[in-house]
C-alpha cells in the first residue's frame, strides 16, 4: 500500500463511512459459503439476542482492505489484520471507518495502520491493527 504520489507518514490518518446492506450480506454469504441464519433469516434472527439479523464481521475486514488501499495508497501487500469485534454490525448501519498510520519502516517497507470501525451511533464496532508492506513502484 504505496503512496500514490504522496508518502503517508505516521500520524496520517483517513476516515471513510459505508453502509452495510442487505446485498453485501448476502453476497459474502455466498462468496464466503457462511450462511449462518443469524445473517441471512430475520424470523431466526428475532430469536436471537440480537433481536434481529447482523452482518459477517469479516465484511468490516473486507473493507478495510478496501479502504487501506483506496486511502493509504494502492499496489502494496495486506500482510495481516487484527480484528475484534465489539458490537453487532446491523443491516443497514452506516460504518465509519478511521485509518491511522502508527508505524512505518520505510527501509524494510512495512507499516502498520490502526484500525477503527464505528456505527452511526458512534459506538466502536471492530478495532484492531493492519500490517502491510508498501509499493516503492514496479520494477522491470
Do not use: C, W
Not at 507518514?9 to 464466503?32: L, N, P, W
Not at 431466526?44 to 487501506?68: N, P
Amino acid at each position: 500500500m504505496a503512496s500514490n504520489g504522496a508518502e503517508k507518514d505516521v500520524g496520517y490518518k483517513a476516515s471513510i463511512t459505508h453502509q452495510v446492506t442487505d446485498k453485501m450480506v448476502r453476497q459474502f454469504a455466498e462468496m464466503s459459503g457462511d450462511f449462518n441464519p443469524i445473517h441471512l433469516d430475520d424470523e431466526y434472527a428475532s430469536k436471537t439476542i440480537f433481536k434481529k439479523r447482523i452482518a459477517h464481521g469479516m465484511i468490516l475486514g473486507a473493507l478495510v482492505s478496501r479502504y487501506l488501499n483506496e486511502t493509504i495508497g494502492s499496489g502494496g501487500i495486506y500482510l495481516a489484520q487484527t480484528l475484534k469485534f465489539s458490537k453487532p454490525v446491523y443491516i443497514d448501519d452506516q460504518i465509519t471507518f478511521d485509518l491511522e498510520v502508527l508505524k512505518l519502516h520505510k527501509v524494510r517497507g512495512f507499516g502498520v495502520i490502526g484500525t477503527i470501525a464505528r456505527n452511526q451511533h458512534n459506538e466502536v464496532v471492530m478495532k484492531g491493527e493492519a500490517t502491510i508492506m508498501m509499493d516503492y513502484g514496479v520494477k522491470t
